[in-house]
């Protein structure tokens, strides 16, 4: 069993930074790819990024390539996602969760077993 928590988001103007994180309980984090999606009002969850359980390999959407980058630190059982140039179409509800060995089909929810609460980003143009 994981828990997953989410911090980091806010309110940004366009163009500004942020940064999230992660931070798990539980076993095993390091056995864990890790995923951040995100999803707006009246729309569906979507991919944002993904790293591996060994942290050698990271996908992103492509709207978000560039600006956005993954990182995790198993020693403190907390997974990032540093946003840059950030646009009003990046606001949303950012999820972080976790898949079990996973190693391929990260950018698929359906794949992932644990999932956080969600941390609310806002960017004002």
């Known amino acids: 069993q994981v828990q997953l928590v989410e911090s980091g988001g806010g309110l940004v103007q366009a163009g500004g930074s942020l940064r999230l994180s992660c931070a798990a309980s539980?076993?095993?984090?390091?056995?864990?790819?890790m995923g951040w999606f995100r999803q707006a009002p009246g729309k569906e969850r979507e991919f944002v990024a993904a790293?591996?359980?060994?942290?050698?390999?990271?996908d992103y959407a492509d709207s978000v390539k560039g600006r956005f980058s993954i990182s995790r630190d198993n020693a403190k059982n907390t997974v990032y996602l540093q946003m840059n140039s950030l646009k009003p179409e990046d606001t949303g509800l950012y999820y972080c969760?976790?898949?079990?060995?996973?190693?391929?089909?990260?950018?698929?929810?359906?794949?992932?077993?644990?999932w956080g609460q969600g941390t609310q980003v806002t960017v004002s143009s």
């Open positions: 969760a976790a898949d079990l060995l996973g190693t391929t089909g990260l950018a698929y929810s359906g794949n992932y077993d644990y």
């Open positions: 539980g076993r095993g984090f390091s056995n864990y790819a």
């Open positions: 790293i591996s359980w060994r942290g050698g390999s990271a």
